[in-house]
């Protein structure tokens, strides 16, 4: 009897690469790290200071090193191998999450202390994440499954996403946040070991300019973004989205400790009290914000896996302009809600939106750029999206610490809104000139 071969489903196509799988495993199982690292600092902040503009300080202070950092990465992305640069920034994020477990189990953590090792991980993020973005076309060895590829990329994050705030909001409501943090240290043992066992990979895509001065180097790729209209207008929608809708997540642990609190009692108090609890709960405020984040992370994988389904021919900006408007009308939802389970509901269609705009942005980026510019032009769009999304962290802890969470979200969502709807009818995405070759 004859066996046919295995088929890999259309969804998953770009896993029959197996640099790509390999990928996929190791910076998936890291990712869950990365999550409950993220959750657990954000109640670790919250209970020192109590503070609301403390997490905006935080955001902020991850974007110091950004600016100079992330430009120098896109550079040396295009000038030397791309795999060396991640297996250098990950060993580096490994040691900072060790650090953070550290001082957590001494019991000496101090507010100034994440402030420094924010700033830590921040810088090596700023060079990790254009290497990172522009390594993924060279493990699927092309541009025909990269589209997928880049999908598959928002499902692993977002599927971490899911995953990890769960996890951590157990760990931490039963042992404190320490764990959580050695948890994401040791799981970087997993993406450095997988990356050490590919094989086959292309060199550096301008390897003829290692010996160009850095200046020279850059400015030939802010000349091709200045020069493209679409990739000013690419730049501009994330922007403003990061800056004004990306915030709602600086603000969930003052949304699941104060606005919240009272509807989110009962949940409290069927897992951690009562005569039979499930469990003996150290920090039970970390389990409502642990499950709205949980709520995201499924909406955002949902979205993923659409955007990973879509055919390659697809008009990806028809897709673009409907979700850059989705986006900010489920906040405005959220910002209104003073229920844990309706936000917690609308919250998932914030996660789906949100992914299926960012993942878009980057499909139709990737897409049409040359290789040898890739590195620096995908340094560009994470410096704004990095920066952007720090800053507008702070104004929203400022604003939430003035004004009001609910009306810090729903703010930035109006603004976002009326923006996505002027793109919508001075710019037609669903014309945009793609070169899908």
């Known amino acids: 009897m004859q066996i046919k071969a295995i088929r890999v489903p259309s969804t998953f196509r770009a896993l029959r690469h197996r640099n790509y799988l390999l990928w996929f495993t190791g910076q998936g199982l890291s990712l869950i790290g990365t999550w409950m690292q993220s959750m657990a600092q954000q109640v670790l902040v919250y209970r020192l200071t109590g503070s609301a ?58 507010i100034w202390h994440l402030y420094m090792l924010s700033f830590l991980l921040a810088a ?68 450095i070991a997988c990356l050490l066992l590919m094989r086959g990979l292309p060199g550096p895509s301008s390897p003829a300019q290692k010996h160009v001065s850095m200046t020279e180097h850059l400015k030939e790729g802010f000349f091709y973004v200045g020069s493209n209209k679409t990739v000013l207008v690419l730049f501009s929608m994330i922007g403003i989205s990061a800056f004004l809708s990306m915030p709602y997540s600086t603000l969930m642990p003052v949304y699941a400790e104060t606005i919240l609190k009272d509807s989110s009692a009962v949940v409290i108090n069927f897992i951690c009290g009562g005569s039979h609890p499930w469990m003996t709960c150290q920090s ?11 709520m995201i992370g499924l909406g955002a994988l949902a979205g993923a896996l659409y955007v990973a389904a879509l055919p390659v021919r697809v008009n990806h900006g028809k897709l673009l302009t ?7 009308l489920t906040l405005l939802v959220v910002a209104l809600s003073k229920s844990f ?37 995908m340094s560009l769009y994470s410096l704004i999206f990095q920066s952007m999304m720090r800053l507008g962290g702070l104004q929203a802890g400022y604003v939430a610490d003035w004004l009001g969470a609910s009306f810090s979200v729903a703010f930035g ?18 014309k945009a000139n793609i070169d899908y070759k």
């Open 53 to 110: 503009a403390a997490l905006g300080i935080i955001s902020f202070i991850g974007l110091l090193p950004v600016i100079p950092l992330s430009l120098w990465g896109g550079s040396i992305t295009d000038r030397f191998p791309k795999r060396n640069v991640i297996l250098f920034t990950n060993a580096g994020m490994m040691i900072q999450a060790l650090l953070l477990a550290l001082l957590s189990w001494t019991g000496k953590v101090q």
């Open 413 to 430: 969502a109006i603004i976002s809104l009326f923006y996505g709807v002027f793109l919508a009818f001075s710019f037609k995405l669903h």
């Open 124 to 191: 090596f993020n700023a060079v990790d994440i254009p290497a990172r973005q522009a390594f993924t076309v060279d493990m699927v060895e092309g541009k025909e499954d990269l589209a997928n590829a880049i999908g598959l990329n928002s499902a692993m994050f977002n599927g971490a996403r899911a995953i990890g705030p769960a996890m951590a909001g157990i760990v931490v409501a039963v042992t404190g946040e320490g764990w959580a943090f050695l948890i994401n240290g040791l799981s970087f043992i997993a993406v």
């Open 284 to 294: 039970p405020e970390a389990l409502p914000l642990g499950i709205l984040l949980t």
């Open 322 to 328: 409907l979700a850059n408007l989705c986006f900010p």
């Open 341 to 377: 389970l309706l936000s917690s509901l609308i919250l998932f269609l914030v996660g789906v939106s949100f992914v299926v705009q960012n993942a878009l942005v980057n499909t139709m980026l990737q897409l049409s750029l040359r290789d040898d510019l890739r590195g620096r032009v």
